[in-house]
């Protein structure tokens, strides 16, 4: 590959110093970081208002878009779109855009595969390969946004729950939701950020403290070790009550309410007893729990609980004063569900 700089890879404060670089005035850097974030332009040469030898100089030196559309898949209710995505090694990653009501949510990917290997997970099962950089996860945000901007909308909200650990790739995870959030260019406000994590404690304590209150979810699953182990290898290193407590500090710096995720496994998870030990361990925290029926991936014999069996343990949260909300399975019959994203072209059937 080329070693042209990935501009995206920069906060403004290093735009503008690679800009100087280049013996170039400052207003500059704020002509280029608003070509980028504010009118989603990303080849140098429709940069109207930079002279035609700074475009050309540039586009030699500097790229903004990394990301190359390799395949797009739209559900059949036309709300879910997953796109696979080629980054400059030739690695792959998936990334899908969702719309709701009012709400245009990217789910980002952070790293190509995840080292955590939570049975249940596709993209567990396939391994690691490598950290994203920054630039790599904002132009996954970039590339729906341009999207959106040619339908005349926007992104609302960016979700940090697509492949890998955002947590184990912290630097450029927080990286990326500065860059997104500078009022200079993006100006996506803390609050429609959401990160979530299987649970790295020294990373949600490190959260609290970046004064941002970005939203954090928790992958949860079960509600004592034993289980727990099992289902998330990685709560053996940082068991529940550790996990919790983290989560609490989370609550009190933030002030935001945190969400633990609970996919539905039948006859593992599900029965109204783990619902009230869930409730036991969640009291008196500031949460949501979001119940997910399991989405089926082709590595793990593990089936979704049937709905009677979601409907029991919500009411049994319910009775205990939890509030949890059922979500609703998108992107299924594309494979873009929680823990079906994966870094390969599927066959077709
Ligand atoms: N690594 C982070 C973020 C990516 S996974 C995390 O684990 O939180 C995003 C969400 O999908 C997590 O809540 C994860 O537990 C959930 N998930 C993974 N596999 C799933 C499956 N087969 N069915 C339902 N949810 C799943
Ligand atoms: Fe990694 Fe999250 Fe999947 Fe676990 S659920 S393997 S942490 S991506």
Known sequence: MSAKILLTDLPYEQLASWVAEQGEPSFRAQQLFAWIYHSLVFDFADMTNLPLGLRQKWSDLAIIQPLQPL?????????????????????????????????????????????????????GQSGFKRNLSGGEIVGQVLYFARQLQEQGTAITNVVFMGMGEPLANYEATWQAIRILNDHRGFNLGARRFTISTVGLVPGIRR??????SVGLAVSLHAANNALRDRLVPINKRYPLAELLAA??????????????????????????GQAREL????????????????????ECDYQPSTRE?????????????????????????????????????????
């Open 247 to 272: 989560c609490q500090e989370y609550v009190q710096r933030t002030g935001r309410r945190i969400s633990f995720e609970y996919a539905l496994i039948q006859g593992v998870n599900d029965d109204p």
């Open 71 to 123: 395949e797009t898949l739209t559900s059949a209710d036309g709300l879910t779109t997953k796109v696979l995505l080629e980054l400059p090694d030739g690695d792959t990653i998936e990334s899908v855009l969702m719309h709701y009501e009012g709400r245009h949510t990217v789910c980002v990917s952070t790293q190509v595969g995840c080292a955590l290997g939570c049975p249940f997970c596709a993209t």
């Open 309 to 349: 069996r979601i409907m029991a343990f919500r009411r049994e949260l319910n009775r205990m004063g939890i509030a949890s909300t059922v979500r609703l399975g998108r992107g299924i019959d594309i494979q873009a569900g929680c823990g079906q994203l994966r870094s390969r072209q599927r066959k077709a059937a």
């Open 279 to 298: 409730a036991h361990l969640l009291r008196g925290l500031l949460c949501h729990v979001n119940l997910i029926p399991l989405n089926p991936t082709a």
């Open 207 to 212: 959260m609290a403290q970046e004064g941002l």
